[in-house]
């Protein structure tokens, strides 16, 4: 190399292409290719050229590393779709193939979401409390017991009235089962148990006619102490009707409680059914008045009454309900009437209480049972029917629209005995017409 090359200035020899990675790592191969112009280098009076040849080198290797760092950099940035920063368009494609099954193994989770749980299945878990106490007592006289006599009959009298049976019912239980023992020469007390379970399968039947109200034109009294799921029930019996392409009308009846008429509407928006609704304190027989006049002039099929929530022993409130009834029988007289108390499963006899006060006032045609998930009272469905002859028409486990079911005395009584029955034809074909749960 010439000695007048290394007059050039400094900004000649940054113009200069820049050294490979491999000759910047491995500066003692550079070093000894250039030996013998070195040695010619070390001979000029230009002292500090060696100084920028160093310097330049110095330059080469920041070059090197940014370079080294833009590629790491242009590496880690993602590719855009349909596009390689490389050029590869295959590898594109192939890396969001890669990506969509990666996001397909995070969703497997999502599509098999955890099985929701029929309306048997949590009727059977919230009978669990009822099973627990009273089934189980049940079950440890008819396997303990040695022999069918007057104490074997005194425990199970205890524990059908300690199981909210009822005196009444437990009475006729008893002496039921005593007849057929004594017909089916009976002599070991665990066959008892299916005899106990028959009789109360044939004391829960609800009978054919009980739901015939669906098909006439009806005015549906719905009444009940407060607390007990009153508003709730109409809004889920209105849907009921109306997923059936039945025309519901609700009537707003109940005036003295405050937010009452806002809840209904709630519910009749949720069910798409119209609302006659009134003010606050106005009086029950006026509203009841406009709504019977509307449901006829509307062609309405189902007309639900939403009546005041009113204690049992009350005299006025339920001198109220006589007149609301007198309204029906002026204004309706040829209309089908229903009058369905709605009764808190948890409150044990009080219920049954309840449902005798409001049986001499407004002759009860059916009875709709709440709160059944979660209660060790199970059994005061059987003694309301039993004592009352008032049908269990309705059952309801939770605070969804789809928890509120019909009754079905042969669900009821597996679920409570955890024993699997055996239905006759006829009825598994009302089941799977959706007449009964």
């Keep these: 190399m010439a000695w007048w090359n290394f007059g050039k200035k400094k900004e000649k020899i940054q113009e200069e292409v820049p050294v490979s990675t491999a000759e910047a790592v491995q500066p003692e191969e550079a070093a000894a290719a250039e030996a013998p112009q070195a040695a010619e280098v070390q001979k000029t009076p230009f002292q500090d050229a060696p100084q920028k040849e160093t310097q330049t080198e110095e330059n080469t290797g920041e ?67 009822t099973r627990d106490s009273f089934v189980y007592n049940l079950d440890v006289v008819f396997d303990g017991a040695e022999m069918i006599d007057d104490d074997f009959y005194d425990d199970l009298e205890e524990i059908l009235i300690m199981g909210d049976i009822g005196v009444g019912a437990t009475e006729a239980i008893l002496d039921r089962l005593k007849e057929q023992v004594e017909e089916e020469d009976i002599v070991r007390p665990a066959e008892c148990k299916r005899l106990l379970i028959k009789d109360i399968r044939e004391q829960m039947a609800v009978g054919k006619a009980a739901y015939a109200f669906e098909k006439q034109t009806s005015v549906i009294f719905v009444i009940g102490v407060n607390g007990v799921g009153k508003t709730t029930s109409i809004g889920k019996i209105a849907s009921m009707l109306k997923a059936k392409r039945r025309r519901v009308m609700m009537a707003a009846a109940d005036t003295f409680r405050a937010a009452a008429g806002d809840q209904l509407k709630i519910w009749a928006e949720r069910a798409g059914v119209e609302l006659i609704g009134g003010k606050e304190g106005q009086d029950p027989s006026s509203v009841l008045f406009d709504a019977v006049n509307a449901a006829k002039a509307r ?31 002026r204004e309706y007289p040829d209309v089908h009437r229903e009058n369905l108390i709605v009764l808190d499963a948890t409150t044990g006899q009080n219920a049954l209480q309840q449902a005798r006060d409001f049986n001499d006032v407004a002759d009860l045609t059916g009875i709709i049972l709440t709160k059944m998930d979660g209660t060790a009272k199970g059994g005061i469905a059987v003694a309301i029917q039993s004592e009352l002859k008032v049908p269990v028409k309705y059952i309801g486990v939770g605070e969804k629209i789809e928890d509120l079911q019909k009754f079905d005395p042969d669900a009821f009584v597996e679920a409570l005995f955890d024993v699997e029955l055996e239905r006759d034809d006829e009825e598994d074909e009302d089941n799977e017409n959706g007449e009964t749960i």
């Design 299 to 329: 062609h309405v099929d189902v007309l639900l009454v939403d009546t005041a929530g009113r204690l049992n022993n009350k005299k006025n409130l339920m001198e109220e309900l006589k007149k609301m009834n007198r309204v029906i029988d």
């Design 63 to 129: 070059d090197v590393i940014q370079e080294t760092e833009k590629q790491e950099t242009d590496e880690a940035r993602p590719e855009k779709k349909g596009f390689s920063w490389f050029g590869k368009k295959k590898e594109t494609s192939a890396d969001t193939a890669e990506n969509d099954e990666d996001d397909e193994e995070e969703d497997v989770p999502q599509e098999k979401p955890q099985k929701k749980k029929g309306f048997f299945a949590r009727l059977k878990e919230g009978l669990a409390k």
